[in-house]
């Protein structure tokens, strides 16, 4: 009867399924060609982890070792395993031996990880009757390979976003011709000649003649193609009995969720299937399976991804359609060799369903449970978590068990979600009903002009009162929105409202102005596209203020801001949209764990420029902090939390500590990652320490600014200037320096004045005239001002500006750009030194590479402080009336974090010891102060004074008290001597949240004290 059984579903899926025993071969034979009498395809996958090591070095390990392990984009292993070496060591072998069942001409092809520009060398080869019959080297260079994303066939590829989604298949061209009968399949590998050589991972190989479906492979998919030809077919075998005798029953089953990461493969399963007396596309109500019987073993395996967990759904219905609730019923899993791997009776749930959480690959782990098992062994892990604090009030925490899907409502599986919410210290809807104002909406779908109402019938409808967070998008980009010559009328009405001089843009008369968005020689240019962008945010607004008209002003307003790949905050978005309050929620987020940045401290850089845009109006922030895991690590984790909470994030979006088994797309976090799931329950606990001093308190805002232009990102749209900013920021930080950003109007409004800025860094080399007028004016009365690279000598038009030569005591300069891309991790180690720069200050000699600009002056009466290689100036310094200014030729900043990165393939781990969560540490302070010296020469203070530059600290001040964000930017636990400047006298009572009371001293407006951080904390200076 199983065998009849087995049959009735080939011939209905018109697929073979065959597999052997030894090894766990799977062969997999495809529809014939309509002809029917062509021999039919033949795909046979052998997993490289399960070939044998004979000699030498190859390991069968798990994935997360590997160098592309996360939750998203091309970074998943078949059955989540895979066969490594090391970069270079001997000769190793490993063996399979499998059985060809027909005779032909094969491809043979490999899926292994390929790091950008490195080697990864092996060999393949096949032996029959003793003889090597194929034998071709993989994972070369220069070898053609194909890439996901649509790139096809090349040796490299090098993506946007850095070289972390590298997962790539070879095998073009590599035919062998077979025999039936055995075959030894034999993977070697040896010393690497290539001094780039990285790990050799490999994941599958594939023997296979169905040439036509490689062909609908690489023309349909976009992502990874060949990926879709991964499935457990052969694997899993099911049925099912109707254990109850209150009539006939059919289940429903279909393809898997995918979480590698949404439904992109092009894949080859069926759709929907039923099963009953029989099975098939469809059950006649005859077909349906009466009480006591059992179904025939029907083959699931084809159903389910090997690249990672997925739900998978059994629908229980009667022969009427409608879904049985409650309904008990057997279901049984059965190996190949149809030995039971698990039989129970369950349940279904109010939508007629029993929902199962199934590994990738169930031939090895057997592991066959319900979402519902999934979620009670989760929650029983994290109820036994020893509490850390409380839940906290103030502070906002969004996003655990967020993008849960498929929760029925009233189901066991939604109070379980409810239970590790209230378990983990969620205080917001939607699952979570509480007094608080602090549900979350989304209204991207709404148009403007159908707004109003739509806001209307919630708050009618009751669904407004506790409303706190609306979106108004993810990720978003704003752009130009303006036309001509429709809007060339308010055009004109916004050059005069800015009492521009006509001449000065080539015109008569401002009446005769007309938006000009392409001609970049205009002089129209630029302010059509402050125009358009200014509109843009006018229509941003617009929303904005229907939502506060309806909902309250207490309602936020906001839209999720994407920085990658570059991290690179821009004006207008950043900044200028919450100025003018377009939005009232500056809102972004923290992927660093996927872009080859210097370390997760980039994050402060992208929550200052927020809280320049956020001062004028008060506005909260909004920041994601993504526990993702795989991805993340617990400890970067923490210390991304306290630095969102140090620089004034009061609103935490975890998007999505949601585990694996109810999440839909790429965000979660596996349940397995007890870690992860702890330091979650953790810092939601201490933040309810630490908010009755931290929610109140401010960010203390620093005396040392960074320029940040509208002018500057409109003219230089590549993305090297902005590397050179945030290694100047981090430069900053680690010198002690609190950093903020300032823009141009801010500057023209005498913002350097009021707020007492000391230093003014300018990284870049546009800027309107009208800021330039006033910073020279302010450089002239006791400001000290830093270029880099740049400095300022072009205008909002692109025309030479000479407004600065005298400031920086020179009659004119030239930048050559040579490179317009710097991602930390990938190309800082790999550039070359253009020059190189030897300066003595003050009898203190630094020398530094010249690195992707290089500026050249002719000086006036500036200090040479610095030189190139053929002695001409490098580093200028010019004492300007009370002030003083210096130039630095070349990226100095950036060559002084290249001294801490080394040379290694950019991956997306998820074990500590990836080069995607390595700290840098090994920095030379004296090439700190260096590129820092403006904020020296201008007397910027410290508000913390520390003994370890690598563990920053950022201060709050509020009514309650001060709090201190403390992060340890380095791999071990920190002895700190601080002292923090500028404490009210009221406060002194000194606590750190993870290790208490501690001993402090008072000397005027300082407070000493003495703490070891292992990873982050926030100590509380308070009565």
């Known amino acids: 009867m199983k065998s009849t059984s087995l049959g009735r579903l080939v011939l209905a899926a018109s697929t073979v399924l065959l597999v052997g025993v030894a090894g766990w071969l799977e062969l997999r034979s495809q529809p014939a060609t309509a002809g029917g009498n062509a021999p039919k395809p033949l795909r046979l996958f052998l997993e490289?982890?399960?070939?044998?090591?004979?000699?030498?070095?190859?390991?069968?390990?798990?994935?997360?070792?590997?160098?592309?392990?996360?939750?998203?984009?091309?970074?998943?292993?078949?059955?989540?395993?895979?066969?490594?070496?090391?970069?270079?060591?001997?000769?190793?072998?490993?063996?399979?031996?499998?059985?060809?069942?027909?005779?032909?001409?094969?491809?043979?092809?490999?899926?292994?990880?390929?790091?950008?520009?490195?080697?990864?060398?092996?060999?393949?080869?096949?032996?029959?009757?003793?003889?090597?019959?194929?034998?071709?080297?993989?994972?070369?260079?220069?070898?053609?390979?194909?890439?996901?994303?649509?790139?096809?066939?090349?040796?490299?590829?090098?993506?946007?976003?850095?070289?972390?989604?590298?997962?790539?298949?070879?095998?073009?061209?590599?035919?062998?011709?077979?025999?039936?009968?055995?075959?030894?399949?034999?993977?070697?590998?040896?010393?690497?000649?290539?001094?780039?050589?990285?790990?050799?991972?490999?994941?599958?190989?594939?023997?296979?003649?169905?040439?036509?479906?490689?062909?609908?492979?690489?023309?349909?998919?976009?992502?990874?193609?060949?990926?879709?030809?991964?499935?457990?077919?052969?694997?899993?075998?099911?049925?099912?009995?109707?254990?109850?005798?209150?009539?006939?029953?059919?289940?429903?089953?279909?393809?898997?969720?995918?979480?590698?990461?949404?439904?992109?493969?092009?894949?080859?399963?069926?759709?929907?299937?039923?099963?009953?007396?029989?099975?098939?596309?469809?059950?006649?109500?005859?077909?349906?399976?009466?009480?006591?019987?059992?179904?025939?073993?029907?083959?699931?395996?084809?159903?389910?991804?090997?690249?990672?967990?997925?739900?998978?759904?059994?629908?229980?219905?009667?022969?009427?359609?409608?879904?049985?609730?409650?309904?008990?019923?057997?279901?049984?899993?059965?190996?190949?060799?149809?030995?039971?791997?698990?039989?129970?009776?369950?349940?279904?749930?109010p939508a007629g369903q029993v929902v199962f959480f199934l590994d990738g690959d169930l031939r090895r782990t057997r592991r066959i449970r319900t979402v519902d098992e999934d979620l009670e062994a989760l929650l029983k892990t994290v109820t036994a978590f020893p509490p850390k604090g409380k839940r906290p009030e103030k502070y906002l925490i969004y996003g655990i068990m967020g993008a849960s899907a498929g929760v029925t409502p009233g189901s066991r599986t939604a109070e379980l979600v409810q239970s590790l919410e209230l378990a983990l210290g969620s205080n917001t809807l939607p699952f979570i009903q509480l007094p608080e104002k602090n549900g979350y909406i989304d209204v991207r779908h709404v148009a403007t002009k159908d707004l109003r109402a739509y806001c209307e019938k919630l708050k009618a409808d009751g669904k407004a009162e506790r409303l706190k967070v609306v979106s108004l998008g993810d990720e978003i980009h704003i752009g130009g929105a303006a036309k001509s010559p429709d809007d060339d009328p308010a055009f004109r009405e916004f050059l005069k409202g800015r009492n521009l001089n006509p001449a000065d843009l080539g015109l008569k008369s401002l009446d005769e102005a007309r938006i000009e968005l392409q001609d970049k020689s205009s002089r129209l240019y630029y302010w059509s596209h402050l125009f358009s962008f200014e509109k843009a945010l006018d229509e941003y607004k617009e929303r904005t203020q229907i939502l506060e008209e309806v909902f309250g002003k207490h309602v936020t307003v906001g839209a999720n801001y994407s920085p990658h790949p570059y991290y690179w905050p821009k004006e207008g978005q950043w900044v200028r949209a919450f100025k003018r309050r377009a939005m009232t929620l500056p809102w972004g987020e923290d992927y660093v764990w996927q872009v080859p940045e210097a370390s997760p401290q980039i994050i402060g850089y992208l929550l200052t420029a927020f809280r320049c845009g956020a001062a004028d109006h008060d506005l909260p922030i909004h920041w994601y902090v993504m526990p993702h895991h795989p991805g993340t690590t617990p400890d970067n984790f923490r210390r991304a939390y306290y630095t969102a909470i140090g620089h004034g994030a009061k609103q935490i979006n975890f998007f999505c500590a949601t585990p694996l088994s109810v999440a839909y797309t790429e965000n979660y976090v596996v349940s397995e990652a007890t870690e992860m799931w702890k330091a979650i329950h953790d810092v939601v606990q201490e933040t309810g320490q630490f908010e009755h001093v931290a929610f109140d308190a401010k960010t203390r805002r620093g005396d040392c600014a960074i320029l940040i232009s509208f002018a500057q990102d409109l003219w230089d749209t590549d993305p090297a200037y902005n590397h050179e900013r945030k290694c100047l920021y981090l430069a900053l930080r680690q010198s002690g320096y609190t950093v903020d950003f300032i823009s141009e109007e801010d500057i023209q409004k005498g913002e350097l004045k009021r707020r007492r800025i000391r230093s003014l860094f300018i990284v870049g080399n546009h800027l309107e005239r009208a800021t330039a007028q006033v910073i020279k004016e302010w450089v002239k009365g006791g400001g000290a001002l830093g270029g880099y690279a740049g400095g300022g000598f072009f205008d909002e038009h692109n025309q030479p500006m000479d407004i600065l030569n005298e400031v920086y005591g020179i009659s004119g300069q030239k930048v050559e750009r040579h490179v317009k891309v710097i991602m930390t991790k990938h190309e800082l180690p790999r550039l070359k030194p253009l020059d190189r720069i030897m300066t003595e200050i003050q009898g203190v000699r630094r020398d530094c590479d010249a690195l992707a600009f290089k500026q050249t002056f002719t000086v006036k009466d500036a200090i040479v402080e610095g030189k190139y290689r053929d002695g001409s100036p490098a580093v200028l310094r010019k004492e300007y009336g009370e002030g003083v200014a210096m130039l630095f030729g070349s990226f100095v900043c950036s060559a002084y974090i290249r001294q801490a990165i080394p040379l290694r393939p950019v991956d997306r781990s998820t074990v500590p010891e990836g080069f995607n969560h390595f700290l840098p540490t090994d920095y030379d302070g004296e090439l700190a102060d260096l590129v820092t010296a403006p904020a020296g020469w201008g007397s910027c203070r410290y508000d913390v004074v520390t003994n370890n530059p690598l563990v920053e600290t950022v201060v709050m001040d509020g009514p309650n008290g001060v709090a201190v964000a403390v992060i340890n930017w380095t791999p071990k636990p920190q002895e700190l001597t601080l002292t923090v400047q500028y404490v009210p006298n009221q406060f002194s009572k000194v606590t750190s949240i993870q290790k208490g009371p501690l001993g402090s001293i008072r000397r005027g407006i300082v407070v000493d004290f003495k703490l070891t951080v292992d990873v982050a904390d926030m100590v509380l200076i308070e009565k």
Request: charged content about 25%; hydrophobic content about 35%.
């Open 48 to 349: 490289a982890e399960d070939f044998q090591p004979v000699e030498g070095d190859w390991q069968a390990k798990d994935f997360g070792t590997n160098y592309y392990a996360s939750t998203l984009a091309i970074s998943f292993l078949s059955r989540g395993r895979y066969l490594g070496a090391p970069e270079q060591g001997d000769v190793a072998r490993a063996v399979r031996d499998i059985e060809i069942p027909r005779a032909g001409t094969f491809e043979v092809w490999a899926r292994y990880e390929q790091p950008y520009d490195y080697a990864v060398e092996f060999d393949l080869s096949i032996e029959q009757d003793g003889k090597v019959v194929f034998q071709r080297g993989y994972g070369r260079k220069e070898n053609p390979k194909l890439w996901p994303f649509r790139q096809g066939f090349k040796p490299q590829v090098l993506w946007d976003w850095g070289p972390s989604d590298n997962i790539v298949w070879e095998g073009r061209g590599a035919k062998v011709e077979l025999k039936p009968g055995k075959a030894r399949f034999v993977l070697t590998k040896g010393p690497q000649k290539d001094p780039q050589s990285a790990r050799r991972n490999v994941d599958v190989i594939v023997l296979t003649d169905d040439f036509d479906g490689i062909e609908r492979q690489i023309k349909q998919a976009s992502y990874l193609p060949l990926d879709g030809w991964l499935t457990q077919a052969g694997d899993v075998f099911f049925r099912v009995t109707n254990a109850e005798g209150s009539g006939a029953i059919g289940v429903r089953v279909g393809p898997c969720t995918e979480h590698s990461p949404y439904w992109v493969h092009v894949r080859d399963w069926p759709g929907q299937w039923w099963i009953g007396k029989t099975s098939g596309p469809a059950l006649k109500p005859e077909e349906f399976l009466p009480p006591g019987e059992t179904s025939p073993l029907v083959e699931v395996g084809q159903f389910f991804d090997t690249l990672n967990a997925f739900q998978w759904r059994v629908s229980v219905v009667g022969p009427d359609g409608k879904p049985l609730v409650n309904r008990k019923v057997r279901l049984g899993f059965y190996d190949a060799q149809q030995k039971p791997m698990r039989e129970d009776v369950f349940t279904t749930d």
